[in-house]
């Protein structure tokens, strides 16, 4: 199974979009070193984490 996200999903315009991780803690580790440096986010709120795994695509 392979998980991705794109940060427009949850209405963000950064353009990030991640695929081809193996889990999703993969992904949401990427994703936290992103958030960090894109979005100012010493770490992601709880009802943003929600969304982002509301919207994580499995494929
Ligand atoms: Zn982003």
Redesign the pocket.
Known sequence: MKYSFK?SDIG?????EIYGAQSEEELLQE?SI??RI??KMNSIPDEVLNAIKSNIKKS
Not at 12 to 16: D, S
């Open positions: 940060c963000q315009k950064c353009g990030l994703l992103h958030a894109e979005h």
